[in-house]
Nanobody, 115 residues
């Protein structure tokens, strides 16, 4: 069982930046993918950004050019650098880790962007 611990959420003004971290209790070296999803009030959970095991990064159109996902193998940690934040980025952000045959979620971290 892999545990995921997200951190870095908070309140920020529009135009500001935040960096989210997701620390995994297991290795992120042999993953299928690792990434971030978000869920705003009254909306479905949606993909924000993910990195495949082969190193390909995929972003939602709404965050391209503003967000950057990266990983640090030595710390089994994935980061989401969020710049030029907008009020519509307000949501609970969840870390997701996938191995072949298994899927893990963190408990989420709240990001609130004020206008």
């Amino acid at each position: 069982q892999v545990q995921l611990a997200e951190s870095g959420g908070g309140l920020v003004q529009a135009g500001g930046s935040l960096r989210l971290s997701c620390a995994a209790s297991g290795s992120i070296f042999t993953i299928r993918s690792v990434g971030w999803y978000r869920q705003a009030p009254g909306k479905q959970r949606e993909l924000v950004a993910t990195i495949t095991g082969g190193g390909t990064s995929i972003y939602a159109d709404s965050v391209k050019g503003r967000f950057n996902i990266s990983r640090e193998y030595a710390k089994n940690t994935v980061y989401l650098q969020m710049n030029s934040l907008k009020p519509e980025d307000t949501a609970v952000y969840y870390c997701n880790l996938q191995y072949v045959g298994s899927d893990y979620w963190g408990k989420g971290t709240l990001v609130t962007v004020s206008s």
